[in-house]
DNA sequence: TAAACGTATGAATAGTATTCATCAATATTA
DNA sequence: TAATATTGATGAATACTATTCATACGTTTA
């Protein structure tokens, strides 16, 4: 007779997700679910509190009120419950180790810095470093113990290494406002001809671009390098040559409009994003802590991004 | 790979009941499930995390720390959920109207009044009242728009009218501590024969005892009666007779040796408590909220009471 | 030493969340 | 403006998994 109350965690996940990300379907991908999944559950809410939680706003939809009393309901509990299982986690065993992140992916940084300072604070007593430097086999640092964690595209199955999955991502091509592609929504390999290519010091088997665009098609750039992702942008500003660089790391630029963003290829060029680590390190529990909120403020922070896996 | 977080609402509940209940068993009644469902679930629980959740102490079960952690986690999630669900009910629609409370078991009075305030609190826009006085026909009072909310054993089927289980308790003989029949456990028909029988000014058919135990044996004791729950305690301590009452109203008594209580019958005489309410007033937010938070503190509050229904 | 009570557990079942297949509506592109 | 691609909703089929059932095992009580 009285179902005193039917909401679950996973509604509140839903409703999180949806809240994050606008739209059921962005949502169903990132709770891993299927639009209709998600779509049925909202229903099954609405029926159940006899309101509406989203109201359809022509192509997407907008949360109501009674939505968003939920969404802040699900942002709290969610967290307490994360906290709870960090300190579950430190009964049960090691909450003390070393996570020494190795990065393959300079523009990384930008989202690394707020996840390390929120996981130093959860995880007083592991040890917290960055592996500096180029690596010419980042994964081999796993085996080798020179890193716990290397944050990088590759994925290749290798005996007791497992790659978990942390999102894709975009790569678009920036050029300056006035530069004479402009005009194009869309650019081809050949656009890339006679122009320079400004990246990272990084050989070009790791730049996907070169990988998987230009050499495919022939095309071989001249090619200037700099360390640094502002450094890259000013170049570009400067009309000293042409860049690729994921969406989220230019978004800034782009609304400021020192630079204009142009997808590569009908499709985009993506790119995965994989965090790797040794068989043994993957069960450790602050592991997979640093795993949950990576994704999660990544979601969080990063527009454009879509789950992997 | 990575199964985020299996937990869900049922599990806290699950682990907010065993917490209060301290056995399975009971727990699962409180949630209406079986004990090898919630056996179940904890073993989930304990294999996902890698760690107890509760020991078993001979007979019962205790909780580790692991599992107070988890149940102060659910303790204040579902305290937040139920806010939050009542947030709702106010926006969705009514969150005004009356709620008249009748009560034809006197001794409800204890635990009517926290629940009363609480409710205050919630429902600052719903007039709350007591209707005083005995009724005949307690449940006619709703039909003739007497009271809203009528707490009783009544639970006979009538057209527009919803009795909403609350739970079942155990009535108790209660005696002066060096009453002759002190040394019995256990109080058959027979015994209350040449006994005075205390109770509140009711009719004799409204009286569990003499309903379904003296008047079936063919025995008619005196009767004294009172209106106090106090009053009536007086009288059994002072010798004056015997009583019986709801287990819950006379612990603090037993404890305090005032007076003994003795199961009558060897399964006991046990009640049922309903809410009734007309079905229209039954879907009322408020009303809802109204049972389950009554539920809810009587299960926290009173010892030895048994989910209904 | 049973009898009664409480918990644990594998296998069977039942319940229901999710997917599939589709439609309608809106936005995008040619 | 028609054509195409997205997005959300919905009934029916499916797949999953939580719950029950049946039972065993341990503890307490008479």
Redesign the pocket.
Known sequence: MS?IS?L?L?HLR?LSA?HE????????KR??????????????LQDHYGVPI?R??????ELTDAGKRLVALAGKVLEEIQATERSIAKMSQQASGSLRIALECHTCFDWLMPLMDAFRQHWPDVELDLVSGFHSDPVKLLEEGGADVVIGSEHKRRRGVVHHPLFSFEILAVLSPDHPLRAK?ILQAADFSDLTLITYPVPEDRIDLILNVLKPAGIHPQRRTTELTVAILQLVASRRGIAALPSWGIQNYVEHDYVIARRIGP?GLWSDLYASTLTETASRPYLRDFLTTARNTCFATLDGIVPLD
């Open positions: 179902a039917m679950e996973r839903t949806l990300t606008g739209s059921v379907s962005r949502a169903a709770v891993h679910l299927t639009q209709s999944a998600l779509s049925h559950q909202i229903k099954a989203v359809r706003q022509g192509q997407s939809v929504r499709h």
